[in-house]
């Protein structure tokens, strides 16, 4: 393996990058470039971004961390099992991050969910073992926090990824099929720690099977289309005793559907979002077993009991 077929180093106003299949999985470094647009359109190990200025920056599924040092004035789309920056100014960017994002010592940080579709994008997705409910985009860990300031914040919710990192212009990268449409994002884009609309939450939870994820994706494109929200979602294991814990006294009907493996769960919100929620898997997901809140008044409880054990569960 040659180093410089896994390095961007030293460049000045280019457009680079990698096609799918041509990083498989290894580790790739990207240092003191400027003015660039830097495309890595595969999955990879890791990857370290140093010293660089005024770049735009895809990352496609990053197996283990990707950490920024030393950049500024940066647009990035990145998604990853970590994210970090060090001493960092001014970065935008649309993540998909498993675990809590971490800064340090950097300012000006601007953080949306990831969304972004080509072809490939889904295998890679698996490839580097990241699971497209399982981001925390906005859920940022400041380990240098100044009193009275604030280092990071959200991006406008209007915000357009195009507007931030262009689709390639070199005609080699334009072979990839990209769509920045949000409807076909590959992660689904949840409003995060945002302010929600309503104080009415409901809880689904989809378990392990042939459909799991194709199920997921058919609720969410129903329920948004309804005029609710996607406030978070996540893939998790659960254990006899945790369904106890979330499922209460349903939790002896789903119990056996546990061993088929990771749960699929989604928090939706708005005005009539657990009677939106169950009407819609009586007439769309009819013979799937689904767990869904069953009041307005005990689904922020359910909402709380999942995401309070699924972030033990992650380490968070």
Known sequence: IDPKDYTFSRLKSETVGRLPGKVAGQQFVIQNCENCS????????????DDCVNCQIFLGPVKGSVFFRDCKDCKCIVACQQFRTRDCRKLEVFLCCATQPIIESSTGM????????????????????????????????????????????????????QDYVPLPSSEELKAVRISTDATKSI??????????????????????GDYTTANARKLIDEMTGKGFQLVQTKEVLMKAEDAQRVFQQCASEFIPL??????????????????????????????????????????????????NFADMQMGM
């Not at 830097?38 to 971004?49: G, L, N, Q």
């Not at 490839?127 to 990071?152: K, M, Q």
């Open 187 to 208: 992660i689904p884009i949840t409003r995060g720690r945002r302010q929600k609309s309503s104080d009415e939450s409901c809880l689904a939870v989809f378990f392990a």
């Open 258 to 307: 546990l061993e088929k493996g990771p749960v699929v769960a989604l928090e939706f919100n708005g005005d009539g979002a657990v009677e939106g929620c169950q009407s819609t898997i009586n007439e769309v997901f009819s013979g799937t077993k689904v767990f869904v809140s069953e009041s307005k008044a005990s689904a922020s409880q359910d909402v709380d009991n999942f995401y």
């Open 38 to 49: 830097i495309y890595i359109f595969d999955h990879s190990a890791t990857i370290t971004i």
């Open 110 to 161: 601007k953080f949306g969910c990831f969304q972004y579709y080509y072809p490939e994008l889904a295998l890679q997705f698996k490839d580097a073992g990241l699971s497209i409910f399982n981001n925390t985009w906005s859920n940022i860990h400041d380990f240098t926090p100044v009193s009275g300031e604030n280092n990071w914040g959200l991006l406008p919710e209007t915000a357009v990824v």
